[in-house]
């Protein structure tokens, strides 16, 4: 079955820049998306179609994907972004989930 | 706007059944897939199954085939998943979902609130 591995972790200082990865076995052919879910809230949609954002996610969110890495960063990060973060994509109509992570923002 | 309203909490005990919903409104029912998403405590998200509730066209993750039963009654707009016999690793929030794009299954773009199942006995 096809998966999709993301580091557990990642820290960014308040203002800087954080880049998060999702690798998967020519991830590039595919669609990514990812979601932003902060604690006790249902997941939201920041990024699909590998670089577009859904109406009224901020412009600091892009997203690209090339090879077998997708990439989520989030310019001018901000103590609201802190959250967890999955990448998806979509394989052998089947739906994969990343195992997710936590970005905190320090 | 764009809803997906679940049902509520449930609490149950080991080896008894549940269902659970998931109501769409504020746009075509038929015209998107419904799926459902498990989040364990303190875990990620796990893609369960999707439907189409115009055709009743339904996939299952292999991780979950034979485990639970999505369905969906077109008629009132609502979606479900339902279990024959609870265990305790069944314990979760239960997310439905739908995609952005009509037709697609790629992009999930509108989510319900969860539905907290705990199964103790």
């Known amino acids: 079955s096809y998966e999709l591995t993301q580091p557990p972790s990642v820290s960014v200082s308040p203002g800087q820049t954080a880049s998060i990865t999702c690798s998967g076995d020519?991830?590039?052919?595919?669609?990514a998306c990812w979601y932003q879910q902060k604690p006790g809230q249902s997941p939201v949609l920041v990024i699909y179609q590998n670089s577009k954002r859904p109406s009224g996610i901020p412009e600091r969110f892009s997203g690209s994907n090339s090879g077998n890495t997708a990439t989520l960063t989030i310019s001018g990060t901000q103590a609201m972004d802190e959250a967890d973060y999955y990448c998806?994509?979509?394989?052998?109509?089947?739906?994969?989930f990343g195992g997710g992570t936590k970005l905190t923002v320090l | 706007e764009v809803q997906l309203v679940q049902s509520g909490a449930e609490v149950k005990k080991p080896g008894e059944s549940l269902k659970i919903s998931c109501k769409g409104s504020g746009y075509s029912f038929t015209g998107y897939w419904i799926g459902w998403v498990r989040q364990m405590p303190g875990k990620g998200l796990e893609w369960m199954g999707i439907?189409?509730?115009?055709?009743?066209?339904?996939r299952y993750s292999p991780s979950f085939q034979g485990q639970v039963t999505i369905s969906a009654d077109k008629s009132i707009s609502t979606a479900y998943l339902q279990w024959s016999s609870l265990q305790a690793s069944d314990t979760a929030m239960y997310y439905c979902?739908?995609?952005?794009?009509?037709?697609?299954?790629?992009?999930?773009?509108?989510w319900g609130q969860g539905t907290l199942v705990t199964v103790s006995s």
């Open positions: 979902a739908r995609p952005l794009v009509s037709g697609t299954a790629i992009s999930w773009g509108y």
């Open positions: 439907i189409y509730p115009a055709d009743s066209d339904t």
């Open positions: 020519k991830l590039g052919e595919k669609y």
């Open positions: 998806q994509a979509w394989d052998s109509s089947t739906v994969v």
